[in-house]
Nanobody
Framework: QVQLVESGGGLVQAGGSLRLSCLASETITDFDAMAWYRQAPGKERELVVGIMSSGHTNYDDSVKGRFTISKDNAENSLVLQMNSLKSEDTAVYYC?????????WGQGTQVTVSA
């Protein structure tokens, strides 16, 4: 069973930065795609950014130019660098991976941005 464990969330002031990491229990190069989702209180879970095995990325318009996704293959980690954070970025952030139509989710990490 694949395990994904997020870390790096916390409380930050608007305009600040956070770096989220997702440690996978298996080699991340084996995944067809990985992504970061988020879910704010009272809202549905939404895609923040995805990255294919090819390296192609797909950012939500709301985070373009502020967030950067990357993979650290040596550490089996997916990283999300978040800059210029806004209060509307407040949410639980989830790591996601898919391989051969099997989907895996992390437990989530809370990001809170104070105005």
């Amino acid at each position: 069973q694949v395990q994904l464990v997020e870390s790096g969330g916390g409380l930050v002031q608007a305009g600040g930065s956070l770096r989220l990491s997702c440690l996978a229990s298996e080699t991340i190069t084996d995944f067809d795609a990985m992504a970061w989702y988020r879910q704010a209180p009272g809202k549905e879970r939404e895609l923040v950014v995805g990255i294919m095995s090819s390296g192609h990325t797909n950012y939500d318009d709301s985070v373009k130019g502020r967030f950067t996704i990357s993979k650290d293959n040596a550490e089996n980690s997916l990283v999300l660098q978040m800059n210029s954070l806004k209060s509307e970025d407040t949410a639980v952030y989830y790591c996601y991976a898919v391989r051969a139509n099997f989907e895996y989710w992390g437990q989530g990490t809370q990001v809170t941005v104070s105005a």
